[in-house]
Nanobody, 123 residues
Framework: QVQLVESGGGLVQAGGSLRLSCATSGRTFRSNAMGWFRQAPGKEREFVAVISWSSSSTYYADSVKGRFTISRDNAKNTVYLQMNSLKPGDTAIYYC????????????????WGQGTQVTVSA
């Protein structure tokens, strides 16, 4: 059974940091790009960041560029999202997903999803 399990979410004050992890099991995603999305209440799920299978390329949404860093450890089958300088607008459920193309940014380009982890940033 393929599983992507996010962890590391929580409540943090504005300006603080969190590190999300996404552990995969059931199959290897070492050849897949891996991405992070988020969904705030009443809003569509939006792209946050993606990393290529080799870690050679990354891409970020403008709203998080310079504050968030995506990385991966293929030996541990884990993807990370380091989030610094958090803002109340970053409050959302964060999802990791496995992509089907080189550096996907659209939801339709991802075929495996985790259940999400809640991030809440207080003012």
């Amino acid at each position: 059974q393929v599983q992507l399990v996010e962890s590391g979410g929580g409540l943090v004050q504005a300006g603080g940091s969190l590190r999300l992890s996404c552990a995969t099991s059931g199959r290897t995603f070492r050849s897949n790009a891996m991405g992070w999305f988020r969904q705030a209440p009443g809003k569509e799920r939006e792209f946050v960041a993606v990393i290529s299978w080799s870690s050679s390329s990354t891409y970020y949404a403008d709203s998080v560029k310079g504050r968030f860093t995506i990385s991966r450890d293929n030996a541990k089958n884990t993807v990370y999202l380091q989030m610094n300088s958090l803002k109340p607008g970053d409050t959302a459920i964060y999802y990791c997903a496995a992509g089907t193309s080189l550096l996907p940014r659209l939801r339709a380009e991802y075929n495996y999803w985790g259940q999400g982890t809640q991030v809440t940033v207080s003012a």
